[in-house]
Each structure stands twice: as structure tokens, then as C-alpha cells.
């Protein structure tokens, strides 16, 4: 009987994922929204954690040198903080719309992210309300972090390029030959190229798909391997590693869509 | 009441210990030691029931496809209870070898749905790059975890 009753359950862990797949990730995605408060509370937790282990590890003499700049910094800090947070916001966006693009929209800030192995999402803090829709690529200083695929009204769900569903047109910054970089979790790509493509190790990837979602040039990844490849194969495969350390992400620059 | 502090501990603890792992690292599985501690308390079919509910809230809070992480999550409850009829789950040595292949149980789950969606199976590189740091973090912290459950829940039965 409990055989049956599991049976049950995976016809209709089967049929809902058949029915949902056109809809996905609509449907998660408003739910995923409005629980990222309570994920949030974790990953800024955690967040707060890595950055305390950092600064303990960097500064051993961190208490007698609090003391000094305690006292010297403080009325500059009360003066200065906000300043300096809108100045950096600003520095970002400005680098990125000088590098990758004209169209910046908004930088949001990274409130959570999803916390399935298989498949690498961020939540957000804007949504609709603030300017963000489906298909505005997503960046950073350092390079591309992913694309809208689900907004509310001040939530944003962010599929950046190495979940398993992502698929972004990129060519070697330095050669010609345009690929596609498929997402492989927890922290890579393998992109498919021509197999005429003059790519090394090392070699940095750019976004280079035309009339794409993302705009051209944007750097996506580091080139890591290069698989062998099979006999009479059509297509080389290499394997890369994003420029963009998710985890760290505080802030993103979402650009216009194309 | 204490259920539900036990899934809202483990569910902040879940994006906690993510939050933490470098993005290389796949983090451990607490919604699958939550379904199994869970499925340990109730009777098969109650305990089914719980792990497909915990499993479409996964699904739900990741923005994915409804059903893999439930499909996934029963699995294991199912696996789980099969298990036990075998083995010991009072006995901590046996209790890891059930949630072992549970683990494994809960990745089948995940292959059923992979393949009923792609037509394929998953790549090498999520073998080695989530499903095996998963599994070893999540048994390395299983023993904890479980024992805090059990001072929050109360002993079994």
C-alpha cells in the first residue's frame, strides 16, 4: 500500500513539473520572492560572518589599532558614510556603464539566494516598482552575474550563468569564433566554440552573441581546461570559471534590456 | 509548535551554512535531514505526505521546476522507511548508513525528474561538484543536526 501511495507521488511530482515547466519559473518565483526575507536572515548572516573572519584574519592587532582609529575616524565616518556608499554605488555603475554598457537601470543589492545545489539564483531587493523587468541582464564590475527571469513588485529573481539553465552566447575576448556557455553548478561553464577557435587556457570569454541578451563584450569567464576532443566532433569544449564570485555579490548592476 | 521552529531553524540554518560555503562548495542538505527527522516521527504515510509538502516548498523558495525537489525529498522518506524495517534507526552507526542511502535514494528521485524533463541524465561535473560535497557535508553534519532536533522535538519513538 505505501508503495502505491509513493507511486502517487512521484506521478504527481511528474505531472506538476510537466505542467509548470512552460510557467516555470513564474510560478516559484512569486513564492521565492516573498520568502527571501526569511532566507536573507541567513545569507546576511553569513555574509556578515565571512567579512568578520576576513577582517580577523587580515588584522591581528585589530583591538590596539581599533582603538587608534577609533577616536580619529569617527566624526568623519558619521559625516562621510553615506556619502561614501553613494559615491561607491555610483563608481560601480559608472565603470560599468563605461565598460559593458550605456543602459544602466538600477543597482540593487543581493538580499538572498536560493538554497537548492542544483540551481544558482539571487533574490534582489528591487523589483517592478524600481524599474526591473524580465530580461535585464544583470553584471558587475567584475563581470556577468546573470539575467532577470522573475520580478515582483521589490523583489527580483537573478538566473545568473552558471545555474543549469542558463545558456549565454559568448566568443574568446582576444579571437574570433562565437560559442555558447552552458551553466554547470556549483561554480562553472562549459562553453561549446567551433572547433577552429584559437582559445588557451587563461583566456578570458566575453558575452558575445549577436542581437543576444546581454550586450556585446562583457567579460564572463575564465577559460580553466579544454577537453580533449572526440573524434569528428563539431564543436570545441572547454571548461571555465566565472569572473564574478557569487557568494561575495552585495550589489548588482542591472542594465536595459536590448 | 516545536515542528515548526525545527523547520524554520533548519530553513535559516539551510541559507546560513550556504552563505558561508565558497561558491565552488556545495552546500549540505538540511531540508533532507529535516524530511528525514521528520519522517522518523510520523507514520509512513503522514511522513511521505510531509517530505513531498518540504520538498515543494524547496522547489517553491529556489524559482524551479514544481515537483524535483518534492520528488527528490519523497524518495528518500520513502527510501527511508524502507530502511528501517532493516535497520536500526535508535543506533547512530546504522542511522548514518540509513541516511546514506536515503541521500542516494533522494538523488534517484532527482534523476527520475531529470530525465523525464531532458530526456538525459546530469553531467559529470554535478556529480562531483554537488552531489558528492553534499552528501559528505551533509552526513559530516548529520550527527549535530540531529541531535539538536531531538532536544528541540524530544526523543522518538
Same mark, same amino acid.
Given at each position: 500500500?505505501?508503495?502505491?501511495?509513493?507511486?502517487?507521488?512521484?506521478?504527481?511530482?511528474?505531472?506538476?513539473?510537466?505542467?509548470?515547466?512552460?510557467?516555470?519559473?513564474?510560478?516559484?518565483?512569486?513564492?521565492?520572492?516573498?520568502?527571501?526575507?526569511?532566507?536573507?536572515?541567513?545569507?546576511?548572516?553569513?555574509?556578515?560572518?565571512?567579512?568578520?573572519?576576513?577582517?580577523?584574519?587580515?588584522?591581528?592587532?585589530?583591538?590596539?589599532?581599533?582603538?587608534?582609529?577609533?577616536?580619529?575616524?569617527?566624526?568623519?565616518?558619521?559625516?562621510?558614510?553615506?556619502?561614501?556608499?553613494?559615491?561607491?554605488?555610483?563608481?560601480?555603475?559608472?565603470?560599468?556603464?563605461?565598460?559593458?554598457?550605456?543602459?544602466?537601470?538600477?543597482?540593487?543589492?543581493?538580499?538572498?539566494?536560493?538554497?537548492?545545489?542544483?540551481?544558482?539564483?539571487?533574490?534582489?531587493?528591487?523589483?517592478?516598482?524600481?524599474?526591473?523587468?524580465?530580461?535585464?541582464?544583470?553584471?558587475?564590475?567584475?563581470?556577468?552575474?546573470?539575467?532577470?527571469?522573475?520580478?515582483?513588485?521589490?523583489?527580483?529573481?537573478?538566473?545568473?550563468?552558471?545555474?543549469?539553465?542558463?545558456?549565454?552566447?559568448?566568443?574568446?575576448?582576444?579571437?574570433?569564433?562565437?560559442?555558447?556557455?552552458?551553466?554547470?553548478?556549483?561554480?562553472?561553464?562549459?562553453?561549446?566554440?567551433?572547433?577552429?577557435?584559437?582559445?588557451?587556457?587563461?583566456?578570458?570569454?566575453?558575452?558575445?552573441?549577436?542581437?543576444?541578451?546581454?550586450?556585446?563584450?562583457?567579460?564572463?569567464?575564465?577559460?580553466?581546461?579544454?577537453?580533449?576532443?572526440?573524434?569528428?566532433?563539431?564543436?570545441?569544449?572547454?571548461?571555465?570559471?566565472?569572473?564574478?564570485?557569487?557568494?561575495?555579490?552585495?550589489?548588482?548592476?542591472?542594465?536595459?534590456?536590448? | 509548535?516545536?515542528?515548526?521552529?525545527?523547520?524554520?531553524?533548519?530553513?535559516?540554518?539551510?541559507?546560513?551554512?550556504?552563505?558561508?560555503?565558497?561558491?565552488?562548495?556545495?552546500?549540505?542538505?538540511?531540508?533532507? /535531514?529535516?524530511?528525514?527527522?521528520? *519522517?522518523? @516521527?510520523?507514520?509512513?504515510?503522514?511522513?511521505?505526505? +510531509? &517530505?513531498?509538502?518540504? $520538498?515543494?516548498?524547496?522547489?517553491?523558495?529556489?524559482?524551479?521546476?514544481?515537483?524535483?525537489?518534492?520528488?527528490?525529498?519523497?524518495?528518500?522518506?520513502?527510501?527511508?522507511?524502507?530502511?528501517?524495517?532493516? /535497520?536500526?534507526?535508535?543506533?547512530? *552507526?546504522? @542511522?548514518?548508513?540509513?541516511?546514506?542511502?536515503?541521500? +542516494? &535514494?533522494?538523488?534517484? $528521485?532527482?534523476?527520475?525528474?531529470?530525465?523525464?524533463?531532458?530526456?538525459?541524465?546530469?553531467?559529470?561535473?554535478?556529480?562531483?561538484?554537488?552531489?558528492?560535497?553534499?552528501?559528505?557535508?551533509?552526513?559530516? /553534519?548529520?550527527?549535530?543536526?540531529?541531535?539538536?532536533?531531538?532536544?528541540?522535538?524530544?526523543?522518538?519513538?
Amino acid at each position: 500500500m505505501l508503495r502505491l501511495v509513493y507511486l502517487g507521488y512521484v506521478l504527481l511530482a511528474l505531472t506538476l513539473s510537466a505542467l509548470t515547466a512552460h510557467t516555470a519559473p513564474t510560478l516559484p518565483a512569486e513564492v521565492a520572492a516573498y520568502t527571501a526575507p526569511l532566507f536573507g536572515i541567513g545569507h546576511r548572516m553569513a555574509q556578515n560572518l565571512r567579512a568578520a573572519g576576513r577582517y580577523l584574519f587580515d588584522r591581528r592587532d585589530l583591538r590596539t589599532e581599533n582603538a587608534m582609529l577609533r577616536e580619529e575616524v569617527a566624526w568623519l565616518k558619521e559625516g562621510n558614510l553615506e556619502l561614501k556608499v553613494e559615491v561607491e554605488r555610483l563608481r560601480r555603475a559608472l565603470e560599468v556603464h563605461e565598460s559593458q554598457a550605456p543602459n544602466v537601470v538600477a543597482v540593487a543589492p543581493v538580499i538572498s539566494e536560493d538554497t537548492s545545489g542544483l540551481y544558482r539564483r539571487l533574490i534582489l531587493g528591487m523589483g517592478d516598482a524600481d524599474g526591473l523587468s524580465v530580461g535585464m541582464p544583470v553584471t558587475s564590475a567584475h563581470g556577468l552575474v546573470g539575467v532577470i527571469i522573475e520580478t515582483t513588485a521589490h523583489r527580483a529573481v537573478v538566473r545568473t550563468i552558471v545555474d543549469p539553465e542558463s545558456r549565454v552566447g559568448v566568443r574568446p575576448a582576444d579571437a574570433p569564433g562565437r560559442g555558447i556557455a552552458y551553466g554547470e553548478p556549483p561554480a562553472s561553464l562549459r562553453v561549446e566554440l567551433p572547433v577552429e577557435t584559437q582559445i588557451a587556457i587563461g583566456d578570458v570569454l566575453v558575452t558575445g552573441s549577436l542581437r543576444g541578451l546581454f550586450p556585446e563584450g562583457i567579460p564572463v569567464a575564465r577559460v580553466t581546461a579544454i577537453l580533449p576532443r572526440s573524434p569528428g566532433a563539431l564543436r570545441k569544449v572547454v571548461r571555465a570559471e566565472p569572473l564574478v564570485k557569487f557568494g561575495l555579490l552585495e550589489e548588482v548592476v542591472v542594465l536595459g534590456k536590448l | 509548535m516545536n515542528a515548526f521552529l525545527l523547520i524554520l531553524f533548519s530553513l535559516i540554518l539551510q541559507s546560513l551554512v550556504s552563505g558561508l560555503m565558497p561558491d565552488w562548495l556545495s552546500p549540505p542538505d538540511f531540508w533532507f /535531514l529535516l524530511a528525514i527527522v521528520l *519522517a522518523s @516521527r510520523h507514520n509512513p504515510y503522514a511522513g511521505l505526505a +510531509i &517530505a513531498f509538502g518540504l $520538498g515543494l516548498l524547496q522547489d517553491l523558495t529556489s524559482a524551479g521546476y514544481l515537483g524535483f525537489h518534492a520528488l527528490g525529498l519523497v524518495t528518500a522518506a520513502y527510501a527511508f522507511y524502507g530502511l528501517r524495517g532493516w /535497520l536500526h534507526w535508535e543506533e547512530p *552507526a546504522a @542511522r548514518m548508513v540509513i541516511l546514506f542511502l536515503a541521500f +542516494i &535514494a533522494k538523488w534517484g $528521485g532527482y534523476l527520475i525528474l531529470v530525465y523525464w524533463m531532458r530526456y538525459t541524465t546530469l553531467p559529470p561535473s554535478t556529480w562531483l561538484g554537488v552531489f558528492l560535497p553534499e552528501l559528505v557535508l551533509t552526513m559530516l /553534519l548529520a550527527p549535530p543536526y540531529l541531535y539538536l532536533a531531538e532536544a528541540l522535538l524530544g526523543p522518538g519513538e
